[in-house]
């Protein structure tokens, strides 16, 4: 089969077209011929090695994948911990999902990691109450495009989008923000205070860090929280307990990876997301389908913020 392996770390020219066998599944475990194979930004810090958690070479990238159960026929969406770069992955049975009838590939992609990233960030992180005002930042993105969505069902008030173009900031109120600001850090503070009526805000759904993650957190009102869920920067912040106490705001850490093994944090939330989409209620914006052999394009492409929505490949073509 042909698939897109690593043998060593760095940047995206070490992504590189290559044939091995077709892997065989384990005990609880299912053999998905690939259709569609998402691409995330956590895939380009896996790249580089600098990912929360470490990998061993050689590698084939890629978390999630859409495709044909080899032994039953039936349409899956899959989590897995590598290999979905390729023709072929290995997926453990109870992180397969079947696919709804009327949804296609790239929908359920979205669904599976940013829907249920974004459902969690909403939940279970920031646990955002009646009325609370809620930023969502690379609101054009696979996350934030969904968590712009999800914001006024899951209880948020005003929703307050950020981007880095006009285009992605004018989708973001096509999809619900009540109001969409310029994303980078400078005067980033006082553009999500204003963008709230002058006032602090709640909540801050945070995936960039360094000088963003400071000026969200100084956006925050007595009580808010801002969750932080990549590091798109590369730049780690440091915390002073003593300004976390003066102001009571709190910052909250989410990686989804503590999500899989528990199946009550997966199950229902994904349901209700296919259920969301199928009442026409939640739009999944799609992004572009790379061929496979364009893995390196896609990464470089995701990684400058030249794309919009869920960025996959297409072992296919």
Known sequence: MRAIQMSEYGGPEV??????PVPEPGPAEVLVRVTRAGLNFADTHRRTNSYLAKDELPLVPGSEVAGV??????????????????????????????????????????????GLTAWHLYRTSARVAGG????????????????????????????????STQAKRDLALE???????????????????????GEPVDVVFE????????????????????????????ENNTLRSGSLMRYSRAVVGFWFAH?????????????????RVRRDELRVVTGPAYPLDQAAQAQSDLAARRTTG????????
């Open 15 to 20: 992504l590189a077209l290559v044939e091995l």
């Open 69 to 114: 159960r080899e032994d039953t026929g039936e349409r899956v969406v899959a989590l897995l911990g590598s290999g979905g770069y390729a023709e072929y992955a290995v997926a453990p049975g109870a992180l397969t999902f079947p696919i709804p009838d009327g949804v296609c590939d790239g929908t359920a992609l979205a669904l599976v990691l940013q």
């Open 132 to 163: 609370e005002s809620v930023v969502v930042h690379a609101a054009a993105g696979g996350v934030g495009s969904l968590a712009v969505q999800l914001g006024k069902p899951l209880g948020a008030g005003r929703v307050i989008a950020t981007a």
């Open 175 to 197: 999809l619900g923000a009540d109001a969409a600001v310029d994303g980078a850090a400078e005067g980033l503070t006082e553009r999500l205070v204003e963008a709230n009526l």
């Open 207 to 234: 995936m960039a860090g360094g000088a963003v993650f400071d000026a969200s957190l100084e956006a925050l009102a007595p009580f808010g929280r801002l969750v932080t869920y990549g590091i798109a920067s590369g």
């Open 259 to 275: 999500c899989l093994g528990r199946p009550a944090m997966i199950d229902d939330a994904l349901a209700d997301l296919f259920e």
């Open 310 to 317: 869920k960025v996959t490949l297409d072992p296919t073509a």
